[in-house]
């Protein structure tokens, strides 16, 4: 195997130096871990007082027989624990990732999220909207993060600090009619600091708008004329643009209508608010929590970049999930209603859901950042729902 240093995007032999730190790659790693594209192993995140180290990761490329490894700016040393890893458990992924995260906006997904992969960082610290929750938060037992009140108009102290020592942000806040206020607030002093490297944000499919019942790809037109959507499409731009700035990996998901544990359809036919919408031709994707959360995963780990639908495999009628979950419990079905005289009752934002119709792929999804569904479709998510209550 053959080994290059990546020093911002230009590719070099490495010095001796920078061999010593490779040599154990050379010895242990076997021809069948070229397996895997994205980063497998990361000797840390950067110094407490700043001086840097190198940071050496070991990329595999599909295919080859090449493993590459690049040196970052970026790092502290290993801790005893890291250190005391194998060379080979390090490139089959097992180890702790050093790196500090925060959260802006602690949501039902940034929960899932958490919940699959705390491990993964040393410390997280995530936004609510008041010192209220904050407190509550941070009184839990184990909760494993750190919660900091932020309500768009500026970083505390503490939350600007936190922001100084950060690696990587996930962004489930949506802009607000003056914008996004992660981006207004706190855009120049992660550049400033210069230490994120990886942003996901969380974004949604009302950035299509309306195709007519057709198919869209991340790289179909953005059709949006709902002020909402609108302003997720200029979010994404803005992320994108700080990305280049920081010379960080972006991902944007684009996440269809969300469902899982305590928000489904169950929920609404036991409430007894539910009824079936009938408006002929209209589908809708959706896609369950617990999917959403192994998408932020891979999109950490695999760091591809980019856009991605986060969407299940089976687009469909709006009244659909209500009648299969009315059968999983036994219910008779609720009435079905014409559009027209069911909208003479919806909100403003129900209205604009109905006013799109498009069906969507996610192949990128699958192929990039290697996530495979684990609920597919709305009828294998309602049956593991009602299997996990």
């Known amino acids: 195997m053959q080994f290059f240093i990546e020093v911002g995007r230009q590719w070099h032999k490495p010095d001796m130096a920078c061999r010593s730190l490779l040599a154990p790659f050379r010895r242990h790693a076997p021809?069948?871990?070229?397996?895997?594209?994205?980063?497998?192993?990361?000797?840390?995140?950067?110094?407490p007082n700043r001086r840097l180290c190198a940071t050496i990761r070991a990329s595999i490329a599909i295919g080859r027989d090449t493993m590459a490894a690049?040196?970052?700016?970026?790092?502290?040393?290993?801790?005893?624990?890291?250190?005391?890893?194998?060379?080979?458990?390090?490139?089959?992924?097992?180890?702790?990732?050093m790196s500090?995260?925060?959260?802006?906006g602690f949501g039902y997904s940034a929960r899932y999220y958490l919940a699959a992969d705390r491990a993964r960082w040393r410390e997280v610290v995530v936004t609510v909207r008041d010192e209220a929750r904050a407190t509550a938060l941070n009184a839990q037992a184990g909760g494993g993060v750190r919660a900091i009140a932020f309500d768009g108009a500026g970083p505390s102290a503490e939350l600007a600090a936190a922001l100084e020592q950060a690696d990587a942000l996930l962004v489930s806040v949506p802009p607000g009619d003056d914008g996004d206020p992660v981006l207004d607030r706190c855009a120049d002093m992660l550049v400033g600091a210069g230490r994120v490297r990886d942003i996901v944000y969380l974004s949604t499919l009302g950035v299509y708008g309306d195709h007519d019942g057709g198919w869209v790809n991340e790289s179909s037109d953005c059709r949006a004329t709902e002020r909402r959507s609108l302003r997720r499409v200029e979010?994404?731009?803005?992320?994108?643009?700080?990305?280049?700035?920081?010379?960080?990996?972006?991902?944007?998901?684009?996440?269809?209508?969300?469902?899982?544990?305590?928000?489904?359809?169950?929920?609404?036919?036991?409430?007894?608010?539910a009824r079936v919408v009938d408006k002929p031709g209209q589908v809708f994707n959706r896609v369950?929590?617990?999917d959403i959360a192994q998408a932020i995963k891979a999109a950490f780990e695999r760091r591809a970049g980019g856009l991605f639908n986060v969407a299940d495999d089976l687009p469909s009628p709006p009244g659909d999930p209500i009648l299969f979950a009315a059968g999983l419990l036994g219910?008779?079905?609720?009435?079905?209603?014409?559009?027209?005289?069911?909208?003479?009752?919806?909100s403003p934002m129900a209205l604009s859901f109905y006013s799109a119709c498009r069906?969507?792929?996610?192949d990128r999804l699958k192929a990039l950042l290697a996530v495979q569904?684990?609920?597919?479709?709305y009828r294998d998510g309602l049956a593991s729902i009602l299997r996990g209550s």
Request: with cysteine; charged share 20%.
């Open 31 to 47: 021809r069948s871990v070229c397996d895997r594209a994205q980063p497998l192993v990361d000797f840390g995140a950067p110094l």
């Open 331 to 346: 219910m008779k079905p609720p009435p079905v209603v014409p559009f027209e005289l069911a909208r003479q009752s919806m």
């Open 235 to 273: 979010a994404e731009r803005g992320w994108s643009a700080l990305g280049s700035r920081l010379g960080a990996c972006v991902s944007i998901l684009r996440l269809a209508g969300i469902y899982g544990p305590g928000r489904s359809a169950f929920e609404t036919l036991r409430n007894g608010n």
């Open 373 to 377: 569904l684990r609920h597919p479709n």
């Open 100 to 104: 500090d995260l925060v959260v802006f």
């Open 288 to 290: 369950h929590v617990e």
């Open 70 to 97: 690049s040196a970052t700016r970026w790092g502290r040393r290993p801790s005893a624990d890291a250190r005391g890893h194998s060379p080979f458990a390090a490139l089959a992924g097992i180890g702790p990732d």
């Open 359 to 362: 069906r969507v792929r996610n």
